[in-house]
């Protein structure tokens, strides 16, 4: 393969030079130098390396100077087409020709009246090739003066409104002004040019005339690309766009083409390429949807989107530009929830898997909130005129037909609302009971301090202890913490009873992973009943009262014996009992580790053993069990070492395994083999044919059983070491 890809490369530069050479000889000779051009196009469209090598032996720079110097107008065709097309196939090749010296010599091509149209053609060609996708381009093209003439070009090719496309001249001029049109967009956008732009604002009147006076989609389409792409993320030209009535000539336009589409699907095609250009007109200010309010593009935008020929991309245009007409804009507002718009937007969201057109209707509905809410209030104070006031106590009357549709957009506004406000709850609710743990943390600190004073201090007895432990305890209990649960929990069942029972199971989950995120012992209790009946105050008592101290895994160093509040741990465990069951509290989880909380599931020796050690908190009795465990397994391992030999090297155990073994453990010893004569002709006749390939010549004769190729190796290095030893 690498083989021909050399070979074709040298073919092709081959070819190059030779046809360089062609050029350069053949100057009397245009046609010869029209087909030199075209061949080169063809090697460059084919191979992306020949334009590089086109340009190091200088073709670039030959073929621009042959544009300019030639007489012949279909030399200078072909010239420019060439350099266009090797320009738009490589970079490299793109900013060798992007010179402010070329777009001067475009120009004079463009401004000469001599030129015909195909020649003109090729100009703006190039000029769309060195502008499209760089900015160096651009500057250049505005520089030099160059879209001053495009501009012109704009205004002067086609002269009529009504285009005979048919007649071969109106037909090619119509091609120089689309190519203009196309090079003008590349002009302002990609990257987006704002003094370009400014520049070309000044064709909006003119836009404005071919789309009132010529609505075919040869004319509007390349208009509207040519308007979108130039007011595009550009409050300045969009203010003046709006100022010379372009918004005003594109709803009319809108309005007559979503007439036109009942009968024929090119309009309502066309109907979407100019909601496109209004929607870039409004979006980064909505304010100028008020505009769009006289001619009531909403219904007309609603009626579009029933279409059943459009494609999901189409309609997520169209919800797009309903989003931002009514976004600030309560008239456009009214007008959708007249012509039944929450209806298709909630259809929308329920049959669509397009994520980006759920999201256009979400945003839709979510800018129709107030609306929705004063309509459903059944507020009849609404700044409109008499008519549409009449017209809303009509669809009050009327409410009872549409009560469905009202309780889906209900249930949709409620879900936004809620997946607003969902992350700031979570939040609170963390450090709430951050704050809160560590509190009572503190509480039971102080309590193990003065068992600890009454243990040394020759306090009271046992009995006293153990009758003055509740009283403690209850000095430690967090009134705040127990009475902001309570508060939380009765704000939450209010909340669930209110939603509906997704978004209720979606919350109570989230509260079950804010309250569990403290403890790891609590993603594992799954099958506990008791757990499953706990309230939300239990749950956060009992895990404050429960949380044991933090401990290192697998450490074999345990508490010292001393410690009080070791000693008194179960005191104080039954004590917590009893004081939370005296105030009604449910029963309480004593479980106090994974191994506790994993009693009823179905275990074995491997993963009982495997769930002590992935835990952080062990109890007593399980901490015991693993660190006798890990003790047994350690000096098991002990002992199996010191009775095993270790061996470091896979080829010395190879070898050992191969030995054979006599009773005794006395290794037996290979009997060892004569080399016989006839051996001793093989390896001198193997060595004189082969070298020293001693497995090659081990396995071409016939040695005697046990051979190796290190024996034959060493009984011919014995053989040529001795005096007066000669090969057979």
């Known amino acids: 393969m690498e083989s021909e890809d050399t070979k074709k490369t040298q073919e092709m530069k081959t070819d190059l030079n030779l046809l360089l050479e062609c050029l350069k000889y053949q100057m009397d000779n245009p046609f010869s130098q029209k ?16 334009g590089v090598y086109f340009r190091e032996i200088g073709g670039l720079v030959f073929v621009q100077n042959l544009a300019k110097s030639s007489e012949h107008s279909m ?22 020709l992007c010179t402010s010296e070329l777009f001067e010599d475009l120009i004079w091509f463009l401004s000469n009246n001599d030129s015909n149209t195909n020649l003109k053609r090729m100009s703006v060609y190039v000029i769309l090739v060195l502008v499209s996708n760089n900015r160096t381009g651009q500057t250049l093209v505005r520089e030099t003066g160059c879209i001053k003439i495009l501009s012109e070009l704009f205004r002067a090719v086609l002269s009529k409104y009504e285009l005979n496309l048919s007649d071969k001249n109106v037909f090619q001029s119509y091609q120089l002004w689309s190519s203009v049109c196309s090079t003008l967009c590349v002009c302002v956008n990609n990257p987006q040019n704002d003094e370009n732009q400014s520049l070309c604002s000044s064709l909006f009147p003119h836009a404005n005339d071919w789309l009132i006076n010529c609505m075919i989609p040869e ?20 203010k003046y766009f709006i100022s010379v009535g372009g918004l005003d000539v594109l709803s009319q336009v809108l309005v007559q083409l979503e007439s036109d589409s009942h009968e024929t699907l090119s309009s309502a095609k066309l109907a979407v390429v100019v909601t496109k250009t209004v929607d870039a007109c409004i979006a980064d200010n909505p304010t100028f949807g008020e505009v769009l309010s006289k001619y009531h593009i909403v219904s007309k935008l609603l009626a579009l989107l029933l279409h059943e020929s459009l494609d999901s991309g189409e309609k997520f245009s169209i919800i797009l530009t309903l989003g931002h007409c009514t976004e600030a804009c309560e008239e456009n507002q009214y007008d959708l929830f007249k012509n039944n718009g929450l209806p298709l937007m909630i259809q929308a969201l329920t049959e669509s898997q397009n994520e980006e057109l759920n999201k256009a209707a979400t945003f839709v509905l979510y800018n129709c909130k107030k609306i929705t809410e004063k309509l459903s209030l059944s507020l009849r104070e609404y700044p409109f005129d008499e008519d549409e006031a009449e017209q809303l106590k009509d669809i009050n009357m009327k409410e009872k037909s549409i009560e469905e549709y009202w309780k889906k957009a209900k249930e949709i506004l409620h879900r936004i609302e809620q997946l607003e406000r969902e992350g700031n709850e979570e939040k609170i609710q963390r450090e709430k009971y951050k704050d809160n743990v560590s509190s009572v943390n503190i509480n039971i600190q102080n309590t193990s301090k003065h068992l600890h004073a009454d243990s040394f201090g020759g306090g009271p007895k046992a009995e006293d202890k153990d009758k003055s432990q ?25 909340l669930l009873k209110s939603a509906n029972p997704v978004n209720a199971c979606y919350r109570q989950s989230g509260q079950n992973k804010t309250f569990c995120k403290a403890n790891s012992s609590c993603s594992q209790n799954s099958h506990a009943e008791t757990f499953e009946k706990e309230d939300s105050l239990s749950q956060s008592s009992d895990r404050v009262f429960k949380h044991p101290n933090p401990i290192v895994k697998n450490s074999k160093q345990q508490l010292p014996l001393t410690d009080p509040f070791t000693l008194c741990s179960d005191i104080i465990n039954k004590e917590v009992i009893n004081f939370l069951s005296a ?31 992935s835990c952080q908190y062990q109890c007593d009795r399980h901490k015991v069990i693993v660190e006798a465990e890990d003790k047994y397994k350690s000096e098991l391992r002990k002992s199996l070492i010191c009775n095993k030999k270790i061996l470091l090297t896979p080829r010395r155990r190879q070898q050992l395994n191969n030995e054979p073994i006599i009773s005794g453990g006395i290794k037996k010893r290979k009997i060892r083999k004569n080399f016989t004569e006839e051996e001793v002709n093989y390896l001198f006749s193997g060595v004189k044919k082969m070298g020293n390939h001693w497995n090659l010549i081990l396995w071409s004769f016939p040695f005697q059983q046990g051979r190796k190729s290190v024996d034959l190796a060493q009984k011919y290095h014995k053989l040529t070491k001795r005096p007066n030893c000669a090969a057979p």
């Open 75 to 96: 030399v200078k065709e072909a010239a420019l087409y060439t350099l266009g097309t090797i320009a738009e196939k490589n970079v490299y090749c793109q900013q060798t």
């Open 219 to 238: 004319i509007i389409r390349p208009v509207c690309s040519f308007i979108g792409l130039t007011l595009a993320n550009n409050t300045h030209v969009q």
């Open 583 to 613: 105030d009604n509290c449910s029963k309480m989880f004593k479980y106090r580790c994974s191994g506790c909380i994993a009693v009823g599931k179905s275990l074995n020796s491997r993963n009982f053993s495997k769930l002590l050690h």
């Open 470 to 494: 509740p009283r403690k305890l209850q000095s430690c209990k967090p009134h705040g913490f127990i009475s902001k649960a309570g508060a939380n929990d009765d704000q939450t069942k209010t």
């Open 35 to 50: 087909e030199a051009l075209v061949t080169i196009h063809s090697i460059c469209q084919q191979n992306s390396n020949a």
